[in-house]
């Protein structure tokens, strides 16, 4: 776990994301309109990015593959509960792949800054332990 004067408060904000995702997952399908064809993959690959992006700041470097494996592995839990679902939801392997490219996005974008965004927002706002 990196060094933050907030961690408390940053592991309830990522708690309270994997709820909320977890919530959008397996919610009752609306069948409303997409904007576009495959929208919902987008909303995948966006979901699993914000999950991966907050995380990642939470861990040193080499735990990396770890939770970026972690988060695949829950993204392959949310489409088999879809599967056993009767609620129009539908388990799809385009929406583990939306998932899995959004955790890749997100790390390749964490190896690409230097520190935690974190620890940057921690510093920049003065926080003190």
């Known amino acids: 776990m990196r060094a933050l004067h907030w961690r408390g408060f940053w592991l309830?904000?990522?708690?309270?994301?994997v709820l909320f995702v977890t919530y959008l997952c397996?919610?009752?399908s609306t069948g409303g309109e997409q904007l576009f064809p495959n929208a919902?993959?987008?909303?995948?690959?966006?979901a699993f990015f914000a999950l991966a992006g907050l995380a990642l700041a939470l861990v040193e470097r080499r735990h990396y593959r770890v939770v970026c494996g972690a988060l695949i592995v829950f993204g392959g839990a949310?489409?088999?509960?879809q599967y056993l679902m009767p609620y129009g939801?539908?388990?799809?392997?385009?929406?583990?792949?939306?998932?899995?490219l959004g955790v890749v996005l997100a790390a390749l974008?964490?190896?690409a800054i230097r520190e935690s965004w974190l620890q940057r927002i921690e510093r920049w706002v003065g926080a003190r332990g």
């Open 12 to 17: 309830s904000g990522g708690a309270a994301l």
């Open 26 to 28: 397996l919610r009752p």
């Open 40 to 46: 919902d993959k987008l909303h995948h690959a966006v």
């Open 78 to 81: 949310i489409e088999v509960a």
């Open 89 to 100: 939801r539908s388990a799809e392997w385009a929406d583990l792949a939306a998932d899995a």
């Open 109 to 111: 974008a964490s190896l």
